[in-house]
């Protein structure tokens, strides 16, 4: 299941669907609007192996990696989440749920940079061309 958060704006949305990426989204299926962010780990524990997408770098923490679900942070323009939503979803190293499960990830232009549950430091992902 993938959720976006609600600062994920409306026509990246659709692109993810056009490109028949499901999505729910904070504030519309999920939660209700203006959720805090400390609400939004206790929702995604009630829910079935979530990776959680956000352009709030607050959730790139060490504490937020959870066995249960993913949590991605996008370093980029607002308008490019969709493209790097769906590159993410396809990278060899995360295109699976049970891949991205225990990680916290921050996105940007040049890679990606992971935090494992379990481990120490972060891990470095570069793009594949």
């Not at 959730?59 to 066995?67: G, P, R, S, V």
């Not at 989440?81 to 499960?101: C, G, N, V, Y």
């Amino acid at each position: 299941m993938n959720i976006l958060d609600e600062n994920i704006p409306e026509s990246q949305r659709q692109l993810l669907r056009s490109w028949r990426i499901r999505t729910q989204q904070i504030g519309h299926e999920l939660g209700r609007r203006g959720m805090k962010d400390e609400e939004i780990i206790p929702l995604l524990h009630q829910l079935r192996r979530p990776s959680f997408f956000t352009r709030d770098l607050d959730f790139y923490d060490h504490q937020l990696c959870y066995a249960g679900y993913c949590v991605v942070c996008l370093t980029l323009g607002q308008y490019e989440t969709a493209s790097f939503i769906r590159r993410f979803l396809k990278h060899p190293e995360f295109d699976t749920q049970s891949k991205r499960r225990g990680t916290v990830v921050r996105v940007s232009h040049t890679g990606m940079r992971v935090l494992h549950i379990h481990a120490e430091g972060e891990e470095e992902i570069e793009w594949r061309p």
